[in-house]
């Protein structure tokens, strides 16, 4: 409230009729315009009393909810909604005394229609005491929308990207097939019915070429296919601490005799995520591997993991030779390697799979020291206490 009315209030008992008129004038008008500021908002506000009762909403929140004056107006918040399972699911949430951050939800909407919703409970303050609830609704259907366009682009794109690879890639083997098929062939004519000793050796030889360059093809074809098809998740809560040292335990026999020591900076356990433990598996593998093979002499490969109250962390360091910073810019493009041998689609699949997750990937990595890949995955806001119990309220 402005000042200037709490000083008229507070002068109230002492207004003449003239003065009292002009007092509910001012208060009309500030009333009239912060409804008008609130039904100007795209964003839908509902504002609950003590009792989960809705005593002010918005139009957007009318609009997004299938509020009217008539039925929301003393009753429950969540019996005035249009959508029933929303209305349930907020039960649960102002009963339990939980905090709900950008849930998003299907909303049921006039004409057939659903609105995707990203809702949000907050605890409405005043005064230093708690005498509600805010309820922030944001209408992203657009935007979700837009993303997916965005990310079929981002799609296409790659997939001309792997499309021009890949077929730089099956050239080499094809051509070398080419080759030894015609060498095979000469040796064939030359040799006549084998009357030659070393015709057998000749053949042989060719033939495990060929052998050779047909795997390497298999092998570009299967990581071409992983890459470009949509991959199916299955999210399962899972502690990540017991995923990752999984990986170490499974990969330690290899570092032993590759003379690298592995260090483990892992907790006893870490908040449970939703993951698809076989494909995280994979990624966490692939940069292990990497890894590596950046330490031919050996050096220290490390698994560490750290848990916040938004990201568990998971980090694979190694002391190897380090990547220049020009590499790490394109090093999760598609068929960019450094290698002799591979694919080139070994961390672009790991990306793929984090970002699956909706996790992020980084690399922070300093020539001739080493290199630490670091997986962030979100912890998701689940249920958190945020009203005092009633005990407390009525202290």
């Known amino acids: 409230m402005r000042p200037f009315i709490e000083r008229a209030l507070a002068k109230a008992a002492r207004m003449n009729t003239d003065q009292l008129r002009s007092l509910l004038r001012d208060l009309a008008e500030e009333n009239g315009t912060l409804e008008a500021a609130l039904d100007s908002m795209l964003d839908g506000i509902v504002v609950l009393d003590r009792n989960h009762q809705p005593g002010i909403w918005n139009k957007s929140a009318e609009r997004m909810l299938g509020l009217h004056p008539v039925d929301a107006l003393e009753r429950p918040f969540w019996l005035a909604v249009r959508d029933r399972e929303f209305g349930d699911f907020i039960k649960n949430v102002l009963r339990g005394e939980e905090r709900l951050v950008d849930r998003e939800f299907e909303l049921d909407a006039p004409g057939d229609r659903t609105l995707l919703v990203a809702a949000s409970a907050t605890p409405l303050v005043s005064r230093r005491r708690i005498v509600g609830t805010l309820i922030h609704l944001e209408d992203i259907t657009d935007k979700r929308r837009r993303e997916a366009q965005l990310r079929r682009a981002e799609s296409l794109a790659s997939l001309t990207t792997l ?134 002499s050996g050096g220290r490969l490390g698994f560490s993991l750290r848990a916040t109250d938004e990201a568990v962390k998971i980090a694979i360091s190694d002391t190897g030779t380090g990547i220049e910073p020009e590499v790490v810019a394109r090093i999760f493009e598609p068929y960019f390697t450094t290698k002799e041998t591979g694919t080139g689609l070994g961390l672009t699949i790991t990306f793929k799979i984090v970002r699956e997750h909706r996790g992020e990937i980084t690399v922070d990595s300093v020539p001739g020291r080493g290199s630490v890949f670091t997986i962030s995955i979100p912890v998701p806001q689940k249920e958190k206490r945020f009203l005092p119990s009633p005990e407390t309220r009525e202290a």
Do not use: W
């Open 163 to 296: 499309a021009a690879g890949v077929a730089h890639e099956i050239k080499n083997p094809l051509g070398s097939i080419s080759i030894h098929i015609q060498l095979l062939q000469r040796a064939m004519k030359k040799d006549g019915a084998c009357m030659d000793a070393d015709f057998p050796e000749k053949v042989d030889r060719h033939l495990g070429v060929v052998t050779e360059e047909i795997e390497r093809l298999n092998r570009i074809v299967v990581d071409f296919l992983f890459a470009v098809r949509p991959m199916e998740m299955e999210l399962r809560d899972t502690d990540p601490a017991a995923l990752l040292r999984e990986v170490a335990e499974f990969i330690s026999p290899e570092a032993e005799q590759a003379g690298i020591e592995i260090d483990l900076g892992i907790p006893d356990s870490a908040p449970a995520v939703p993951l698809d433990r076989r494909y995280m598996k994979q990624a966490i593998l692939n940069l292990a591997k990497n890894a590596m093979a950046a330490m031919r």
